[in-house]
């Protein structure tokens, strides 16, 4: 079992309101209006030849704000020395990449016209 950790920050007002987004950066700045959390994440075989980071910790992340998604899937595929292609969250849902019809897809558009 492969396990990673990652440091991220998020908009606690925005996430009383619209749920978990957290942002990802490689050196995170404090911001007035954000917190950090520690969230694990698990190396598993999705499907056949489809490989997935799922999120082991921490509260239910509904998406990510704009390119942290991205960044966030190479940063563990790089330490690991892996190529999964998605990140899931702890419920089982795909954050990463987020397909049309994603119900993901339709808040995360909504979250980033703040």
């Excluded at 994440?41 to 942290?68: A, D, L, T």
């Amino acid at each position: 079992m492969l396990e990673l950790k990652r440091k991220m920050s998020y908009n606690f007002y925005q996430r009383e309101q619209l749920g978990f987004y957290p942002s990802f950066d490689e050196i995170p700045e404090k911001k007035q209006s954000h917190e950090f959390i520690e969230i694990t994440f698990e190396y598993f075989k999705y499907y056949k030849n489809v490989y997935c980071w799922q999120q082991v910790s921490g509260p239910v992340i509904y998406g990510f704000i704009k390119r942290c998604g991205k960044e966030l899937l190479d940063s563990l595929n790089k330490e690991a020395g892996v190529n999964a292609q998605i990140i899931k969250n702890c419920g089982g849902r795909t954050i990463f990449p987020l397909t049309y019809n994603s119900t993901y897809y339709i808040l995360e558009s909504y979250n980033n016209d703040f």
